[in-house]
């Protein structure tokens, strides 16, 4: 069983910048994939970012040159670095991590806020 703890979210104000983090706990074997994902009430969740086991990244267009997705094998941890924030970016975030086996792991999700 794996358990994905995202923090860093927050209220801020349009142009301003937050840190999400997620760490992974629990089972955790040959992860492949880990990637943010953001929704908003009534909407369909979408892919912010992802970020795989070798290294390579994608982003939504709506956040490329903005956001910045990294992760540190080490600890198991992920986080997403969110600059020159806008009043659409408000969502909640949540954490995903697939493992090669297929098995897919989901966080809580941390509410983050742009005040324009």
């Known amino acids: 069983q794996v358990h994905l703890a995202e923090s860093g979210g927050g209220l801020v104000q349009a142009g301003g910048s937050l840190r999400l983090s997620c760490a992974a706990t629990?089972?955790?074997?040959?992860?492949?994939?880990m990637a943010w994902y953001r929704q908003a009430p009534g909407k369909q969740r979408e892919l912010v970012a992802g970020?795989?086991?070798?290294?390579?990244?994608n982003y939504a267009d709506s956040v490329k040159g903005r956001f910045t997705i990294s992760r540190d094998n080490a600890k198991n941890t992920m986080y997403l670095q969110m600059n020159s924030l806008k009043p659409e970016d408000t969502n909640v975030y949540y954490c995903?991590?697939?493992?090669?086996?297929?098995?897919?792991?989901w966080g809580q999700g941390t509410q983050v806020t742009v005040s324009s």
């Open positions: 629990g089972s955790i074997f040959a992860i492949t994939i």
């Open positions: 970020i795989t086991s070798a290294g390579s990244i």
């Open positions: 995903n991590l697939v493992t090669r086996a297929g098995d897919i792991s």
